[in-house]
């Protein structure tokens, strides 16, 4: 049963990843740009100072000369064979770019996503458990803040006064872990927030239901029935929350990394976004969907532990 | 403690970075103007050590190699690293000797012989001499359309012979008077002779040794840049005081897009220098100046900041009385006190007022109102109910593709409605923009250009030169003919007189013609910390560090 679940998971992961380098490359390549132009101009050459030969030499030597079909086969094979391919304005392979810019990216993702969940199921177990009235719909109604505010408007907030008044932590760059600091308060609030407002919920619902008040009846204390009893229950929409914020967690980055002045995965996709640098944003995108592909994978592997009954239930399709 | 205030300010120059007509982006620089901070007043002893750190706002073009390079703040790097034959002067745009000790011209300019300095090395060790030269202005030439600058600066390049050791000779097919200038920039500078075995690509990624002050230790574009000085480094032009080692140890380049993050790391002292492209604005000089911090300033000189013509088919640009009409209607004055501040210069030309042979053409630029009206009146458009201007059924919209768009672009859409003409901020990716400038597909496109010499309005609008849409849709063919023929005399003679004349011809033949208007000059403003002492700009507005010292 376990075994047929996760085929039927992974063969999703893997159409989703198919599906979504297939509509970039569609889309990319229906832009109205010319990529040998983009490329010349981005060696600050001028076009009209290039001979129709030597077009022709870079265009058979990007493999643009060949029909739509011949290159979205080649660049898909050289895709899964991990060869994104080189650069259109920068003139390194893709690999090397996405190298140097993902370790900056990956620890901040991490450590944003790990404050995410300390806050969002902070905020929520508190609201839950508070029994003075005022505490409690204070920290219900927080996440609601935070999902207001905008990011980049709390990521300056952030820098002018814990950067320039305090002085505690770096407002710009990449250099140890304090330089974490601040961006990854500013990539946590919203999903911290969507996060603790979801939780809350479900947790509020849970302790309503009748094996609650079994816990209750059998005198079990009030930590150990929200923690083991409702928690449990109650964490499963979180999850699927979770699961959709990480993937998101790049989408994040392009901000923070913009703010933060940042060299990571997210900064490098806005450039080569405006750049139309088209190897690049496709290999950003496939990495993209590969993340959220795989996060999703990895909690729909989880749920089962969690919820039994999700296997034994209805077949998955 | 200081606030900087909270602001996403515009990043105009963006769309410089990846422009066809990449002319637009260049900004080179020189010859006198202000600098209300000046540190020649400083007294006190230099003191030895420390790391400058200094931050720009971007690197899009990601190369630092000096022969290729247009980006403005990657040749404010390469001047540390590397050295050219000749230097100018700041205050008068007179060319002084560097590497070369001395120089002869012929009449018609198309031979020059340098005597070159003995005793220089490379950065490697290699000796500097004639062949070394010879080397680095063939290669320099090979690179052909990849050195936007060299393209122009060695227009008409021939060959250079080798004397002997310390005689060079440098021989052009056809006049070039501006090359004498064109040995003092950056894009000129020698490098060792072992750096052109390099792939251009890896000359641009770091790979390049020259024999100046400092070295290159690493660069990756739009991260950081990091220099460590030359202890036996020995000769600077004579504008440096300091004539021996730099002061500092090294130079720490960031790239802080954020202008509000940028100031505030200086007043909070975490970088010592924040260089911006935009002037920094009244608002944030106060703030920053309250914070004991010091704003020097350099006009770039140049190609003003102007709006190009697309004169091509029926467009409503074609009609000289349009293009009169919209000479008149702008009010330049206005724009410079209201987009920067209350004394901002205003423009006069098409080249900035610090540009050798800049003449005033103030008189050709007058806002007139009444004028453009009645040229547009004149010319059929008349006006309709919404207040803009219409002909045969079509409004008067003029079509302006921008990468972004702020203050400046929509004060300039409104003064123009005043006469009745709809002025369309196109707002487009870097991408459409280079698609859609090639294409010919706007009215008007922004321009600017930096070097110290007039001949620089060549390498965006003389036809005879570039194929750029800047120079094929702004002129018709009488008019590109008086043009070329104005920038080769300019080119022609040695003769300071003759020189202005044509020069003087072109500038107004540029505003009468409607092949250009100019909207404002454009200032380079830079943040000082107060720990920084013997701040100076080359004659081009770019960084000097040889006699910069940090307070310990």
């Known amino acids: 049963m376990y075994a047929r679940y996760v085929s039927g998971r992974v063969l999703q992961a893997v159409l989703v990843l198919w599906a979504a380098y297939t509509v970039t490359f569609i889309v990319l390549y229906l832009l109205p740009s010319d990529p040998v132009q983009l490329l010349l101009a981005a060696g600050n050459v001028d076009v009209t100072q290039v001979s129709p030969d030597q077009l022709a030499s870079l265009k058979h030597q990007y493999g643009l000369d060949q029909p739509v079909y011949v290159q979205y086969f080649t660049q898909l094979f050289n895709f899964v064979t991990g060869n994104f391919g080189e650069s259109i304005s920068k003139n390194v392979p893709v690999t090397q770019l996405l190298g140097q810019r993902l370790p900056s990216t990956l620890a901040l993702g991490a450590s944003a996503v790990a404050l995410a969940i300390v806050l969002g199921v902070g905020t929520a177990s508190l609201a839950v458990f508070a029994r003075v009235k005022w505490l409690k719909v204070a920290l219900s109604r927080l996440p609601s803040i935070g999902v207001s505010l905008p990011p980049f408007f709390v990521g300056l907030l952030l820098i002018q006064v814990f950067a320039f008044q305090l002085r505690w932590f770096p407002a710009t760059g990449d250099k140890g872990p304090q330089s974490l600091v601040l961006p990854s308060i500013m990539m946590a609030i919203p999903t911290a927030a969507l996060l603790a407002q979801v939780l809350t919920r479900s947790l509020e619902d849970a302790l309503d239901e009748p094996y609650v008040v079994t816990a209750r009846a059998k005198g079990l204390s009030r930590s150990v029935i929200q923690w083991k009893h409702a928690f449990r229950n109650a964490a499963l929409p979180a999850l699927t929350l979770l699961g959709l914020l990480l993937g998101a967690t790049l989408t994040e980055a392009v901000v923070a990394e913009t703010v933060f002045t940042r060299n990571g995965i997210g900064e490098l996709a806005q450039e080569s976004v405006l750049a139309q640098d088209i190897p690049v944003v496709q290999a950003i995108v496939v990495m993209a969907a590969a993340l959220f592909v795989v996060v999703n994978l990895v909690i729909d592997l989880i749920y089962p532990l969690l919820d039994p009954r999700i296997v034994h239930g209805q077949r998955v399709t | ?552």
């Open chain 2, 1 to 552: 403690m200081s606030f900087t205030p909270l602001r996403l300010k515009r990043r105009w120059a963006l769309a410089a970075s990846v422009v066809t007509i990449a002319a637009l982006t260049v900004l080179t620089g020189c010859s006198g103007s202000s600098s209300d901070a000046s540190s020649t007043g400083d007294t006190a002893t230099p003191v030895a050590g420390g790391t400058l750190k200094l931050a720009f706002w971007d690197d899009q073009q990601g190369c630092i190699d000096p022969n290729q390079v247009y980006w403005i703040e990657s040749r404010s790097i390469d001047r540390q690293i590397a050295d050219s034959l000749t230097d100018q002067d700041p205050d008068t745009g007179k060319i002084v000797p560097w590497l070369a000790t001395s120089w002869t011209t012929n009449d018609n300019a198309t031979q020059f012989t340098f005597t070159l300095r003995d005793g220089v090395t490379f950065s490697d060790g290699e000796k500097f001499d004639a062949t070394a030269v010879k080397t680095a202005l063939d290669a320099t030439y090979a690179l052909g359309a990849k050195s936007l600058l060299g393209v122009s600066y060695l227009a008409g390049y021939d060959s250079t012979t080798v004397i002997d050791p310390t005689h060079v000779q440098v021989n052009f097919k056809t006049p070039n008077a501006a090359f004498l200038q064109a040995t003092s920039t950056t894009t000129l500078a020698i490098l060792a002779p072992k750096t052109y075995q390099e792939t251009p690509e890896a000359r641009c990624a770091g790979a390049i040794i020259g024999s100046g002050a400092f070295t290159l230790d690493n660069y990756t574009a739009a991260t950081s840049a990091h220099l460590t000085k030359r202890a036996d480094y020995a000769w600077p032009s004579s504008l440096v005081k300091n004539q021996g080692a730099a002061y500092l140890d090294a130079i720490d380049v960031t790239y802080i897009k954020e202008d509000s993050v940028r100031n505030g790391e200086l007043s909070s002292g975490q970088i010592d220098i924040a260089w911006p492209r935009l002037p920094i604005s009244d608002a944030d000089q106060q703030v920053l100046k309250a914070a004991g911090d010091t704003i020097e300033t350099r006009a770039l000189p140049g190609i003003s900041y102007v709006l190009t013509s697309n004169i091509t088919g029926n467009k409503p640009l074609s009609d000289p009385l349009v293009r009169q009409a919209l000479q008149k209607a702008i009010d330049r004055p206005t724009y410079a006190s209201t987009v920067f501040w209350a004394d901002y210069p205003v423009v006069k030309s098409p080249v900035e007022s610090t540009t050798p042979f800049a003449t005033d053409e103030s008189s050709l630029l007058a806002f007139d109102l009444d004028g453009a009206k009645a040229l547009l009146d004149q010319a059929g458009w008349a006006v309709g109910p919404d207040g803009y201007r219409y002909k045969n059924g079509q409004k008067l919209t003029l079509d302006e593709p921008l990468t972004t768009s702020g203050a400046g672009d929509q004060l300039l859409q409104d003064q123009l409605k005043q006469a009745g003409i709809d002025l369309t901020l196109d707002v487009v990716t870097t991408a459409q923009y280079t698609q859609k400038t090639a294409a010919g597909d706007y009215d008007l496109v922004g321009t600017y250009y930096t070097r110290a010499d007039p001949s620089v309005l060549g390498s965006v609008f003389d036809q005879a030169l570039t194929k750029a849409p800047t120079a094929v849709n702004s002129q018709d063919a009488a008019t590109a003919q008086a043009i070329s023929a104005d920038f080769a005399k300019g080119l022609q003679t040695t003769d300071d007189t003759q020189r202005a004349a044509a020069y003087a011809d072109l500038q107004k033949t540029l505003i009468t013609a409607g092949v250009t208007f100019p909207l404002y000059e454009r200032l380079q403003v830079s943040a000082i910390s107060p720990k920084v002492h013997g701040f100076a700009f080359t004659s081009e507005a770019f960084l000097r560090a040889n006699d910069i010292w940090l307070e310990q």
